[in-house]
Nanobody
Framework: QVQLVQSGGGLVQDGGSLRLSCAAS????????MGWFRQAPGKVREFVAV????????RYTESVKDRFTISRDNAKNTVDLQMNSLQSEDTAVYYC???????????????WGQGTQVTVSS
């Protein structure tokens, strides 16, 4: 079955950096669009970034543009999220997810990672 296993995350000070990784198995990775979402306490899950099948197109939510970078390695079946200039508002549980179409709607993503906590302290 499809498995998305996340790594990275943790506690960082305001202005710091973290890198999240997501390793996929059980699917033809290059046939899937990959996305990152996050959910803060008491809030709905929100879109963060998405990358198309070969990495040629990316989209970001406005609040992370110029700070976060999504990338993928189809040879390794991995997708990463490099997060720079982190702010307290970025504190959330982050999830990677897979979809068959280029979308930012979480309902369109069929497979999800286990989630990883990112905490930014001010």
């Amino acid at each position: 079955q499809v498995q998305l296993v996340q790594s990275g995350g943790g506690l960082v000070q305001d202005g710091g950096s973290l890198r999240l990784s997501c390793a996929a198995s059980g699917l033809t990775f290059s046939s899937y669009v990959m996305g990152w979402f996050r959910q803060a306490p008491g809030k709905v899950r929100e879109f963060v970034a998405v990358i198309d099948w070969n990495g040629g197109r990316t989209r970001y939510t406005e609040s992370v543009k110029d700070r976060f970078t999504i990338s993928r390695d189809n040879a390794k079946n991995t997708v990463d999220l490099q997060m720079n200039s982190l702010q307290s508002e970025d504190t959330a549980v982050y999830y990677c997810a897979a979809a068959t179409e280029l979308t930012t709607n979480p309902k369109t993503f069929s497979s999800w990672g286990q989630g990883t906590q990112v905490t930014v302290s001010s």
